[in-house]
């Protein structure tokens, strides 16, 4: 009797709480859905921003698709966001793991840590490409000739640059998830361990690692689908050059909407981006299973 009895009751607890979520599904139609609509249309029109839209089907999807100027942005996307995760990745972990601690001195370290993250791209990209300069940078005013290379004019080796800088400003934000992540595992893993005999190596591998899995998913979608976006850093320091070594797909289609005017074509490299990103968002969860909001203390 009283389970058919509490279950109404659960019910109607629970649909009063559905209106909490409006305000965030009205914001994300208005600001989400209905610009992406906007967009998917704009992709089958011609308009150079300022004149009479004109609608003309698929000629700016086969422009966007046939040209290899796409192609080459796209490979330097899948570039820079595989070098940027491979970077990021294993020093964000180890630093979250470190400045978890409680001990004082990390403390102080991890406000050291997270100040490029208050800092803006755009500032950020500034700073490094007065430090770069081969003639007036960091080389020069050390007397450092190994610094004092073209770093954002050689080709072979601007990329990685763009990816340290990249990882340098973005590091930071990931510390601080995996050291929220790490204060949620409880202490009486770590003590059960210590008394089985088993090192620092050891609990990372079998406690830390496997009880920051949903962490560690959040982290990647993040650094992964957040590399589609990396376009005022990109802008400021490189321009996209030299050549076409660092225009990114982001970048690509901002030249391509304010610098060759053809909005038709920008919009149809936005929703190739929208889709690369929902993929790889999706793909990504899929790595946490079918029940992605299940605690990472399950099987505790």
Not at 95 to 100: D, K, N, R
Request: hydrophobic share 50%; net charge positive; no cysteine.
């Amino acid at each position: 009797m009283s389970t058919t009895t509490s279950s109404p009751r659960r019910a109607r607890d629970k649909g009063p709480s559905g209106w909490l979520a409006a305000p965030a599904l009205v914001f994300f139609l208005v600001f989400a859905i209905i610009p992406l609509i906007g967009v998917v249309a704009l992709s089958f029109t011609r308009w150079d921003g300022l004149g009479e839209i004109q609608v003309d089907g698929f000629s700016s999807w086969k422009t966007v698709l046939t040209d290899p100027v796409t192609g080459n942005a796209l490979w330097v996307t899948a570039k820079i966001m595989f070098f940027s995760f491979i970077v990021q990745a294993p020093i964000s972990l180890l630093l979250g793991v470190f400045t978890a601690g409680g001990q004082k001195y990390r403390a102080a370290l991890a406000v050291l840590y997270f100040i490029p993250l208050l800092l803006s791209s755009a500032a950020v990209a500034i700073a490094y490409k007065a430090l770069l300069d081969p003639n007036f940078g960091l080389g020069p005013g050390l007397g450092l000739p190994f610094l004092a290379q073209d770093w954002l004019g050689n080709s072979d080796l601007v990329l990685f640059v763009v990816v340290f800088v990249i990882a340098w400003q973005f590091v930071p934000f990931h510390t601080l998830i995996y050291q929220g992540g790490v204060r949620q595992i409880p202490a009486s893993f770590y003590e059960a361990a210590q008394i089985d005999g088993a090192g620092r190596v050891q609990q990372f591998l079998h406690i830390t690692l496997p009880q920051l899995k949903y962490t560690i998913i959040t982290s990647s979608t993040l650094m992964v689908v957040g590399s589609l976006a990396y376009f005022d850093l990109v802008f400021v320091l490189t321009g996209g050059g030299p050549g076409y070594t660092t225009r990114l797909l982001p970048l690509h289609m901002y030249l391509t909407g304010f610098k060759a005017n053809d909005m038709g074509a920008a919009s149809a490299l936005g929703v190739i981006l929208v889709v690369i990103g929902l993929g790889l968002a999706l793909l990504l969860q899929r790595l946490g299973g079918r029940n992605r909001n299940a605690s990472q203390l399950e099987g505790a």
